[in-house]
């Protein structure tokens, strides 16, 4: 039994129809996504990229953000900024004021390799460099950055070794 036209007609790829185009075309037409929360709340989506960014008092780019204008020009006319939504920018300050938590970790190897340098050398990074165990010939200013890291990741731990080399001394 033979198909209907139809059938067959949706079967059949469509050369005279450029696929790039109409893909690009339909990736416009999707709403944008935007990364900032502040932004994307206040959004209008009937409106175009530059109102939209204009009422929040927000600038598209660079270009024509700070306009140089002659002095007679300033003093005649008073700057107008049409700004109907303050409260998005005011939200991104206070976000970017927050200061985010230091993420940066050090490695097992290098938290046993810092301590054995400072267990057998203290303070002493020339030491430390012509130490046995400095496999990669780091100089004294690497292990000086290696313990200043290793301080600063792990400050509770590093307090509790100080405190057991103090105490393994003392006895």
């Not at 989506?45 to 660079?62: D, F, I």
């Amino acid at each position: 039994m033979g198909k209907t036209k139809k059938s067959r007609n949706r079967s059949k790829y469509n050369y005279s129809k450029n696929k790039k185009n109409l893909k690009k075309k339909i990736r416009r037409k999707e709403k944008p996504h935007i990364e900032c929360p502040q932004i994307r709340n206040a959004w209008d989506e009937h409106k175009t990229v530059k109102q939209n960014l204009q009422e929040m008092g927000l600038s598209l780019g660079t270009k024509g953000m700070l306009p140089i204008k002659n002095q007679k020009d300033m003093e005649s006319k008073p700057a107008e900024t049409s700004v109907l939504k303050p409260y998005v920018i005011e939200a991104m300050e206070v976000e970017a004021s927050l200061r985010g938590e230091d993420r940066t970790t050090c490695s097992t190897d290098i938290i046993e390799y810092v301590q054995y340098m400072v267990k057998e050398h203290n303070e002493d990074y020339k030491a430390m460099a012509r130490d046995e165990k400095n496999y990669y010939q780091e100089t004294p200013k690497q292990i000086k950055r290696k313990v200043e890291l290793y301080k600063r990741c792990h400050p509770q731990e590093y307090a509790v070794f100080i405190a057991s080399l103090q105490s393994q001394k003392s006895t």
